[in-house]
């Protein structure tokens, strides 16, 4: 009875006239396939899993200098030219203390040491502090290494144009996407000069004076930090930690405009008033996007220095890079929280990964980020001293994953 109840309420409510076995069948059907799911871990590394062993120990080389008792150094900049191609800017390489593993990162150690690039006894304003009991030597400040990290290109005459006291190396190292000729610019923010080389290496243009600090068109700067351009070649320097401004010069270098200053009151800075202006990358709307970090903010510009809009990044942030991708969003390698940031270009935080420390995928000081044509992401870390590869994980969702860079595109091949 209760059987036959239930059929003529169904039959009333909605219409059923198909077996209990074949309703269910089709209700089966119309779902959308379980997806596998693996049990236990957590999104330690975000949509990425990490590439172990990368890069690979450098070669001793002609010069005669072993590496026996050697690693990497504070390490400024990383620039994913392609896959094969990847670009490293390291401040010197740095001694590893008795009875450690062949080429441990600083950060890695036990106890763990802070990779530095200042001279042991100077700080990044070249003031004396207390010594910490070791030096790093400025050797394979400049080089490229392949997908599997091994290393097939070292600009060794460029070692020596960063050993200078006071230097302590490179802090960017980028290409224009506008340059068929692939330009490399190289920024020294302590010796205060910006670089621009030839693909094979040949200096062509140096704007600032080696050595010597202020703020003077393009014949000064004070400590320099990052590059952007514009599709006819106009460029903007960030300038940085002294200079507190941003300068903007036409495709042959001459200084055309720059704007920003220090706050005129520290706590509570206004727009177009900087503490540290330490990254910049431009919208395809031509809005310059730059990171003030110890303001920890993003403040937005046009093309000629007019403030449009400006963001928090957080109250432990400490943003050091960023990455403004094809897809129109913006990445953040922050080194306060030390983590990977995702915004909107109106400043709608979306996602986030990644924690502090010095164990493989952690991060101290992730100072540069860049991103390959096959989606793997590099990350640069001055205090844990490496370069530190990440490859999407199979089945990533696309919006957890850092967009393309605009670059210009590789010749292709006939």
């Known amino acids: 009875m209760r059987v036959f109840l239930g059929i003529l309420l169904c039959a009333v409510l909605v219409g059923c006239n198909v077996s209990s ?137 460029k070692d020596k ?11 960017k190292i980028k290409m224009s996407p506008y340059d068929p000729e692939k330009h490399v610019w190289i920024i020294d923010d302590q010796l205060h000069v910006i670089y621009k080389f030839t693909y094979d290496g040949k200096l062509v243009m140096t704007l600032g004076t080696k050595g010597k600090r202020g703020r003077d068109a393009g014949k000064l700067f004070d400590r320099p930090t990052d590059i952007a351009w514009l599709p006819d070649g106009t460029f903007f320097i960030s300038d940085g930690y002294g200079g507190t401004r941003v300068a903007k010069f036409d495709k042959d270098g001459k200084f055309l405009m720059d704007w920003g200053g220090p706050p005129k009151d520290p706590k509570n800075p206004g727009p177009n008033e900087f503490n540290t202006v330490h990254s ?29 809009d400006m963001w928090n990044t957080g109250v432990r942030s400490s943003p050091y890079a960023h990455l403004l991708t094809t897809d129109q969003f913006l990445w953040i390698s922050d080194g306060g929280t030390n983590r990977i940031v995702k915004y909107d270009l109106s400043g709608h ?18 100072h540069s980020i860049t991103v390959d044509q096959e989606g793997n992401l590099y990350l640069a870390e001055v205090f844990n001293g490496r370069v530190q590869k990440f490859r999407p994980k199979p089945g990533a969702d696309p919006a957890k994953l850092v967009g393309q860079e605009l670059r210009y595109p590789p010749a292709s091949k006939s």
């Open 21 to 157: 076995e074949t309703k269910s069948a089709s209700a089966t059907a119309i779902q959308p396939a379980a997806v596998p799911q693996e049990k236990g871990g957590q999104e330690e590394f975000g949509p990425y899993e990490l590439v172990q062993n990368w890069p690979q120990p450098l070669p001793d080389e002609a010069d005669g200098l072993k590496h026996e008792g050697w690693t990497w150094g504070s390490v400024g900049a990383v620039f994913a030219e392609t896959p094969d191609r990847i670009w490293i800017a390291q401040r010197g390489e740095l001694p590893l203390p008795a009875g450690a593993k062949p080429w441990t990162a600083y950060g890695a150690l036990t106890p763990a040491r802070v990779a530095t690039g200042n001279d042991d006894g100077l700080d990044p304003t070249c003031q004396p502090v207390e010594k910490r009991g070791w030096q790093r030597r400025y050797h394979h400040v400049i080089l490229v290494v392949d997908r599997n990290g091994k290393l097939v290109q070292w600009w060794s005459d």
């Open 161 to 171: 144009l960063f050993d200078m006291t006071c230097g302590r190396g490179p802090h």
């Open 280 to 308: 910049i990358q431009i919208s395809n709307d031509r809005r310059l996007f730059v990171v003030d970090r110890g303001h920890r903010r993003i403040q937005v510009f046009d093309e000629n220095g007019k403030f449009l």
């Open 349 to 366: 935080y979306l996602y986030g990964w990644g924690g502090p420390g010095g164990f493989p995928g952690q991060f101290n000081g992730p």
